[in-house]
């Protein structure tokens, strides 16, 4: 039990997973539409996704190539109540993110990835 809590709360320890988990707890995005957003290579956001899904915080769903991750149900609840409870710390980064989200996921149609297809219905 130890083991997990050490885990998931190193998975949460890292800004730029941090954001990254802040980007999933509403929609499902894909490696390469996170790391438009975040402007970082896909090798390096791959990594940071691998050790969010290692702790057992996302759920994925695989649409032809591309594989979308989301913050898993159970913990959405949690990590919509750390968000809001840290919302003041990081607002500028926090704004563009955010901002930088909805441009890339309004291009989603017409860009590499054809989007989740049963993660948006949940």
């Not at 994925?60 to 003041?88: G, P, V």
Request: aromatic share 6%.
């Amino acid at each position: 039990m130890t083991e997990n809590i050490i885990t998931f709360s190193k998975a949460l320890a890292d800004s730029t997973r941090w954001r990254i988990v802040r980007l999933v707890q509403d929609q499902a995005l894909c490696v390469c539409e996170l790391a438009d957003i975040l402007e970082m290579p896909q090798s390096s956001v791959s990594s940071h996704v691998q050790v969010i899904r290692k702790a057992g915080l996302l759920e994925s769903e695989k649409c032809e190539k591309w594989t979308y991750f989301r913050i898993e149900k159970r913990y959405r609840k949690l990590i919509h109540t750390l968000d809001k409870f840290f919302a003041d710390t990081e607002v500028a980064l926090t704004q563009k993110d955010a901002a930088r989200s909805l441009a890339r996921l309004a291009k989603r149609e017409a860009s590499c990835c054809p989007g989740p297809r049963q993660l948006a219905k949940r």
